[in-house]
């Protein structure tokens, strides 16, 4: 099963944001771009937020919730930028305790956005 946001990158790039497989769900990277919108440019944290609030709605559009979360990755442009996602990731996953492994990139399809993050989830 494919799971769409109708987000832009979506369909200009031919992916779909989750990809639901058995008891598995893999959402692709999500950034802090709301209807063709980068939000709270210059925010890393709030980026953060955005994206996995993003990302989270693609797990339950896939059958799974928050707590079935098991891996979230994170690429970040800046190095000041580790700390900021991580706050962000303790905060909505703190008590999930998901594997995580955190990336710097040279840059994300829009200059504006600070961070992309994508997690996996499995029913247990």
């Known amino acids: 099963m494919r799971v769409f946001s109708g987000g832009i990158w979506e369909e200009k790039y031919g992916y779909a944001r989750a990809v639901v ?16 919108e980068v939000r709270h440019v210059g925010d890393a944290y709030l980026q953060s937020l955005t994206a996995m609030d993003i990302a989270l709605k693609a797990v339950t559009m896939g059958g799974l919730t928050r707590e079935d979360v098991v891996m979230v990755r994170y690429y970040v442009v800046e190095h000041r930028h580790f ?35 994508e997690i996996e989830a499995v029913r247990a």
Do not use: K
């Open 21 to 36: 497989v058995g008891e598995r769900v893999i959402v692709s990277g999500c950034t802090a771009a709301v209807d063709g």
């Open 83 to 117: 700390d900021l996602a991580g706050q962000a990731i303790a905060e909505v996953f703190g008590d999930v305790r998901p594997a995580c492994t955190g990336v710097r990139v040279a840059g994300l399809v829009d200059p504006r956005m600070l961070i992309e993050i």
